[in-house]
């Protein structure tokens, strides 16, 4: 995933991928907007890196373009407000942070979710708005196979989540281990991730 700091990339990359959703400008006081959203922030939080929701895109012949919104939608997307609703859906809680972004004179909302700490994040209470549901014990994930945020179908998504978990909690002990001085080596999280970014740079190449 980019520099979350780089907002700008989010709205001019264009293209969905797997930590990177778009949603058309809506107001968050919209029922079916609070399962919209809700579904999709579970499902970043259940990736390694966590993921990024741009609000005010539209989708045009296979690409996604600013459609802007209004500052009645950009100010009702009250951080407050959201965690209130996902957090009332999700176990563990959802951490995340919700930006106001102009571009070109366009409004959006840009909602960076953090990836899971401990446990993967599921769904323990149900809600219903349109043809949008959260279901309860659905474990909302974003997988290789579709970019789309929809509960976990597969044996090949479980097993993702599942060495996710296992690697988090072996890299907190080694990180423990480390402030301790019981172990010298740099933590196992830091090497994962640089030899990710390594490979990632690698296949863009």
């Given at each position: 995933?980019?520099?979350?700091?780089?907002?700008?990339?989010?709205?001019?990359?264009?293209?969905?991928?797997?930590?990177?959703?778009?949603?058309?400008?809506m107001i968050w006081t919209n029922?079916?907007?609070?399962?919209?959203?809700?579904?999709?922030?579970?499902?970043?939080?259940?990736?390694?890196?966590?993921?990024?929701?741009?609000?005010?895109?539209?989708?045009?012949?296979?690409?996604?373009?600013?459609?802007?919104?209004?500052?009645?939608?950009?100010?009702?997307?009250?951080?407050?407000?959201?965690?209130?609703?996902?957090?009332?859906?999700a176990t563990p809680s959802v951490?995340?942070?919700?930006?106001?972004?102009?571009?070109?004179?366009?409004?959006?909302?840009?909602?960076?979710?953090?990836?899971?700490?401990?446990?993967?994040?599921?769904?323990?209470?149900?809600?219903?708005?349109?043809?949008?549901?959260?279901?309860?014990?659905?474990?909302?994930?974003?997988?290789?196979?579709?970019?789309?945020?929809?509960?976990?179908?597969?044996?090949?998504?479980?097993?993702?989540?599942?060495?996710?978990?296992?690697?988090?909690?072996?890299?907190?002990?080694?990180?423990?281990?480390?402030?301790?001085?019981?172990?010298?080596?740099?933590?196992?999280?830091a090497v994962d991730s640089a030899?990710?970014?390594?490979?990632?740079?690698?296949?863009?190449?």
């Amino acid at each position: 995933m980019p520099d979350g700091t780089d907002l700008e990339f989010y709205i001019v990359h264009g293209k969905e991928e797997r930590y990177l959703e778009y949603k058309r400008a809506m107001i968050w006081t919209n029922d079916l907007t609070k399962v919209k959203i809700a579904k999709a922030m579970m499902a970043m939080s259940n990736l390694n890196d966590g993921g990024v929701i741009v609000v005010g895109m539209r989708e045009n012949e296979g690409m996604w373009v600013p459609e802007s919104m209004t500052p009645e939608q950009v100010a009702s997307f009250n951080h407050d407000h959201v965690a209130d609703y996902v957090n009332a859906h999700a176990t563990p809680s959802v951490q995340f942070s919700i930006d106001p972004f102009t571009l070109d004179g366009n409004q959006f909302i840009i909602i960076r979710v953090q990836g899971f700490d401990s446990f993967p994040v599921i769904c323990k209470l149900p809600d219903r708005a349109g043809d949008e549901t959260l279901d309860t014990g659905a474990i909302y994930f974003r997988s290789h196979r579709k970019v789309q945020s929809a509960a976990i179908s597969s044996d090949e998504d479980s097993r993702e989540l599942f060495s996710m978990v296992i690697e988090k909690g072996f890299s907190r002990h080694i990180e423990r281990f480390h402030r301790l001085g019981l172990v010298t080596a740099e933590p196992a999280g830091a090497v994962d991730s640089a030899r990710y970014e390594e490979e990632r740079a690698d296949l863009n190449d």
